[in-house]
């Protein structure tokens, strides 16, 4: 377009790629990605818990990198790939070693904040900084967990990421 | 939320037509914008998406200096090599700032445009008095409950504290701030209340932050970041300091020194009494503690904040001795 700007009227027609597949929306500019993905695409494993950048539990990855889904708003993705906690397993239901950590470690108690927690562990495995309890701690701080299962969820981070390096 | 319409900006020509846009606002990482939008702080009637503008996420770092474009994300600073290395305060501030997530996002144009987090300023339902929000209506904080809130650069209008901690240590070592047809420092960009608390920036409609720009300096190299806060991590400040350290052959004489707080005052904050009185003397706990007490001068607190005047001399000292013990 001359005025290099694309425009939008009331209602935007949007095409995300969730989890290696298209989806179509039509929906108006400010929807976040937290709202298109649990009222509109019925992806509800993403949870919406204070829905104002403070608790972590809508953490998706954008483009590979953990980010959260209330503070992003649906338009601004749309030619980004997006994973949700239903895209983490492999195709033959296998579980992310993520996963089965949590599983076997009891990392969870109501769950609520799981989704969060296994999304922000995989690219917190794997941006390198799980190095240590210590390091797990701070970089895994921006998922809370109100049961208080923090404990065991350093624990999972921790035996996930020996398994990813061995 | 009230609806907006969206632009996605191609270039940054179209994104600064776009930005003088009456009721126009700039769309980055999305962590201010989106969450104040929600709060009813924000009324956009139009919001331009910046964030795929291509050619804007640059980091590149010499010893001379450090030139970071705007969108480049808090993360990729934090971890850069070269701003490890050559400019560890710059790193650290931006590592203890809010979590791995919000990091991802956040970009280092829309760092410097964080708003701050005064509980008043954030809740328009049930406190309409907000000299920030609504020019001329009276400040909800003082007399309110003012634990959080600045002790420095403050004004009958507005005593809300600066929230970030890049802006600390980019105000310690002398960056600017690039807008594409003007530069300015850091330190002056940020403007404190006075009577005009609505006006945070020096920034005007049409303009849009392209880079930062950091001048390499030996006290640069040996810096430090120093944040203490109610909680380990994921926090803001409630006190923190930028130090910078360069010491004569002798390894004890001060020949030059950077100290900048955060969390205690309306905006990033240059304590120079504290590096004047430093500068030629030798390095011991004694003068160092003394010189800190300094950067409280015309220190106001509001009752629950006055901890902030003891906490921010001592966060000082603290960064300072640690930059002497690792010679």
Request: overall charge negative; some cysteine.
């Amino acid at each position: 377009m001359n005025d290099q700007v694309t425009t939008s009227p009331t209602t935007l027609s949007l095409h995300l790629t969730i989890n290696g597949r298209d989806h179509a929306l039509e929906i108006e500019p400010r929807v976040t990605l937290l709202d298109a993905l649990r009222d509109r695409l019925h992806l509800t494993g993403t949870k919406k818990g204070c829905d104002q950048g403070q608790c972590g539990a809508c953490t998706v990855h954008v483009d590979g990198e953990r980010v959260l889904a209330c503070l992003t708003l649906a338009a601004q993705v749309e030619g980004r790939s997006i994973t949700t906690i239903e895209g983490l397993a492999d195709q033959d239901g296998t579980l992310n070693a993520v996963q089965a950590a949590f599983l076997e470690q009891d990392a969870f108690q109501c769950g609520y904040c799981t989704p969060g927690q296994i999304m922000s562990a995989v690219a917190c495995i794997r941006e390198g900084h799980a190095g240590s309890d210590e390091e797990i701690r701070e970089y895994m701080a921006g998922n809370l967990c109100r049961c208080g299962a923090y404990p065991h969820i350093v624990a999972a981070v921790r035996q996930a990421a020996q398994e990813l390096r061995s | 939320m009230r609806d907006f319409s969206y632009l996605r900006a191609d270039n940054i020509e179209a994104a600064r037509n776009a930005a003088a846009l009456p009721g126009a606002m700039l769309l980055a990482g999305g962590t201010t914008l989106v969450d104040l939008a929600k709060c009813g702080v924000a009324e956009p009637a139009t919001v331009i998406d910046i964030s795929h503008i291509e050619g804007l996420a640059a980091i590149d770092v010499g010893a001379d200096r450090a030139i970071i474009g705007a969108l480049a994300k808090m993360s990729h600073v934090a971890d850069h090599a070269g701003v490890k290395s050559l400019f560890p305060a710059v790193s650290e501030a931006l590592w203890q700032a809010a979590s791995a997530q919000l990091r991802n996002m956040a970009t280092i144009g829309g760092n410097l445009m964080q708003r701050t987090r005064c509980p008043y300023f954030r809740d328009p339902q049930n406190f309409p008095a907000c000299n920030k929000r609504a020019p001329g209506s009276g400040c909800s904080a003082i007399g309110g409950v003012t634990r959080g809130h600045a002790v420095l650069g403050t004004s009958e209008a507005c005593i809300a504290t600066y929230p970030g901690d890049l802006a600390i240590a980019l105000v310690a070592f002398d960056a600017e701030v690039d807008l594409g047809g003007r530069k300015l420092k850091v330190e002056d960009f940020f403007l404190a209340p006075g009577a005009t608390a609505e006006r945070e920036h020096d920034i005007h409609p049409g303009e849009v932050i392209t880079a930062i720009e950091i001048p390499g300096s030996a006290a640069a190299r040996r810096s430090t970041y120093i944040k203490v806060r109610d909680r380990q991590s994921y926090e803001f400040a409630a006190a923190s300091a930028a130090v910078g350290l360069e010491l004569e052959g002798d390894g004890r004489t001060i020949r030059d020194i950077r100290v900048a707080l955060g969390g205690v005052a309306t905006r990033p904050w240059r304590a120079r009494a504290v590096e004047d009185a430093l500068k030629g003397k030798t390095l011991a706990e004694d003068t160092v503690r003394k010189a800190s007490e300094l950067a409280m001068q015309g220190a106001v607190d509001h009752g629950a904040n006055h901890y902030k005047i003891a906490l921010g001399p001592r966060v000082i000292a603290r960064a300072i001795l640690k930059l002497g013990a690792t010679a």
